[in-house]
């Protein structure tokens, strides 16, 4: 038997065979729209000062935009059974000209690396064990925070996990 190249004869079969799997799948690949997920958002002291908002804020997260927009993870949040997926917001305009608006500890303190093995890499923005990647140091901002396991974020755990951070993980 002699083998030959796929031509363009044969393209048509090949696509006829791969629409014709796709009608087997028994679940849509992406969840409708409109499905929300509870977050909790970590606010900063520019959202906390000037726009009156609490600390730790629950907020409704649409799991498209977990899906498709690229979120950090937390080794803390790992290490205590709780996977979640982090992002900062986008800074409001009557404090983003202010530098000290920024500031937001906890979101810092959530993101400390916990592994001894990590180097410092000034390339990377990793400065190493014990501390949190660069992005997370310099005007941080709000942040949000949602459990990878798409179960609903409630503000008073969080409270609880930023006290212990900051208690427990300060001194080194």
């Known amino acids: 038997m002699k083998y030959r190249d796929v031509d363009l004869k044969d393209f048509r079969h090949i696509a006829d065979y791969f629409i014709s799997c796709r009608w087997r799948l028994s679940l849509p690949l992406y ?4 499905t929300k997920l509870k977050g909790v958002k970590i606010n900063c002291s520019g959202d906390e000062h000037n726009l009156g908002k609490p600390l730790f804020e629950e907020i409704e997260v649409s799991l498209m935009d977990v899906l498709t927009v690229e979120y950090d993870t937390s080794d803390i949040a790992n290490l205590i059974g709780l996977p979640v997926f982090t992002k900062p917001c986008l800074p ?4 983003a000209n202010v530098s000290d608006a920024y500031i937001n500890q906890d979101a810092t303190y959530l993101h400390l690396c916990l592994d001894p093995k ?5 390339h990377a923005g990793i400065l190493g064990w014990g501390y949190a ?9 709000s942040v949000i925070v949602v459990r990878q396991d798409q179960k609903p974020c409630h503000d008073g755990m969080w409270k609880h996990y930023a006290s212990i951070a900051a208690r427990k993980l300060r001194p080194f």
């Open 133 to 141: 990647p660069f992005r997370w140091q310099n005007r941080v901002g």
């Open 92 to 95: 409001d305009l009557s404090w």
């Open 31 to 34: 969840p409708p729209t409109d």
């Open 118 to 122: 990590t180097k410092s890499n000034d």
